[in-house]
């Protein structure tokens, strides 16, 4: 039996992102663990991995920032239960698994090694300080050396792949391009636009995700329409910094409402006319997947993994990043054309089912990674 490791760093993530992948394994007949941030883990993502076949383990990662003691620890923990467990596959994703968990299986002699760039996370967008340039430098690194471990590396969008291959982290005969992590169609379904026009923002409270500039667009035009909704959800981030501070006062705004972090964000995609998504970058936004399968129109920017989910003008519209001028506009577009939600929201739920669907994009990753041997 392929007894296989899926490491990630958040366990939540192994629910929202990778549950419909690791059920398909394991009607394939695959042993399947996820290994993940062991205080992260709760009763209740044991139950639901385990129901489908999963098992559950942890270990610890320091999540935020470099720190040379933490990881090396993160490695010898990663090291240690690899090769008590005896995987024959390993598929790690996020930054810090898939440098550590490569090295790990390595050494551990694992035979099939596949790693997954969901994002360039904020130490490839992020580089302004000094500081930050050296872990912008560590980190490449890093990556170049953990990626020739793997057998095959997986890009969410043809973006992230063209830049590890421009700056010679990887090489393109090794990466596998893959429309991110799918959406189930199953789970999410057309739905009845909502009475009220509402538009909504869904994902972490960071300055990167764009939440400023929909604040400030919902502001602009609540002086113009002051009956619609804008509804802000995610998780709030206290980082230290300028810009953080400001992005928490702007939830306090009362042109948009506040939710919070939410565990169903079905009922609010329902809720929504229009789906905002203004961030400066992505692997490819699961939020916009999932608000295109219920049928909505979606305002997102012209950025690496955000702009292959949109096709302008057809199943929503494009903005710069930062451009909150044109933000308004679009928002405006939908005030003044209403049928225009339902049109637009018809057009992405076909976009997903032609190229987004979770199935057709495991079948990919299945394919890939029990259908590889060893060569490396």
């Known amino acids: 039996m392929n007894k296989i490791l ?13 549950y419909e992948l690791m059920e398909a394994l394991i009607k394939q007949g695959c042993e399947v663990v996820a290994l993940t ?7 209740e993502i044991i139950k639901k991995l385990e129901c489908i076949g ?3 383990m942890g270990y610890r990662i320091n999540n935020t920032g470099i720190n040379f003691f933490a990881d090396v620890k993160t490695l010898w923990y990663l090291y240690s239960i690899i090769k008590k467990n005896k995987p024959n596959t390993i598929l790690s994703y996020t930054i810090k698994p898939v440098i550590y968990g490569s090295i790990a299986a390595w050494c551990a002699r694992v035979s099939n090694r596949f790693a997954m760039v969901t994002g360039l996370g904020t130490a490839f967008t992020n580089i302004h300080s000094k500081r930050k340039r050296v872990i912008y430098k560590i980190v490449k690194q890093l990556y170049r050396f953990a990626l020739k471990l793997n057998q095959k590396i997986f890009f969410q969008n043809p973006d992230d792949l063209a830049e590890f291959v421009n700056l010679g982290l990887t090489h393109s005969e090794k990466t596998v391009l893959i429309n991110g992590s799918g959406v189930n169609l199953e789970v999410f379904f057309p739905q ?13 409270i960071v300055v990167d995700k764009g939440v400023s500039e929909f604040i400030y667009a919902a502001e602009q035009v609540k002086q113009k329409y002051s009956d619609i ?7 709030r981030y206290n980082h230290v910094g300028n810009k953080q501070t400001v992005l928490s006062t702007l939830l306090e705004s009362k042109a948009v409402e506040y939710i919070g972090e939410v565990d169903d ?3 609010h995609l329902s809720a929504c006319s229009v789906f905002v998504l203004p961030s400066y970058r ?7 997947l999932e608000a295109m399968a219920i049928a909505r129109p979606i305002i997102t920017t012209d950025a690496p993994g955000c702009r292959e989910t949109v096709i302008d003008t057809v199943t929503g519209f494009l903005v710069p990043v930062g451009n909150v001028d044109l933000l308004v506009e679009k928002m405006e577009y939908f005030i ?13 739920r076909q976009l997903v089912e032609k190229k987004y669907d979770v199935k057709k994009v495991n079948e990919v990753i299945i394919k890939t990674i029990l259908g590889k041997t060893n060569n490396a």
Not at 336 to 348: K, L, T, Y
């Open 6 to 18: 899926i490491i990630s760093s958040n366990a939540k993530s192994l629910i929202l992102f990778r």
């Open 37 to 43: 941030d062991q205080s992260q883990i709760t009763p």
């Open 54 to 56: 999963v098992q559950v």
């Open 192 to 204: 009845a636009l909502p009475s009220k026009l509402s538009f909504l923002f869904i994902g972490r």
């Open 229 to 235: 909704r804008f509804v802000v959800i995610g998780p």
């Open 265 to 267: 964000v079905k009922p």
């Open 282 to 288: 992505e692997g490819t936004p699961r939020s916009v």
């Open 336 to 348: 003044q054309n209403p049928e225009a939600c339902i049109r637009m929201g018809q057009a992405g």
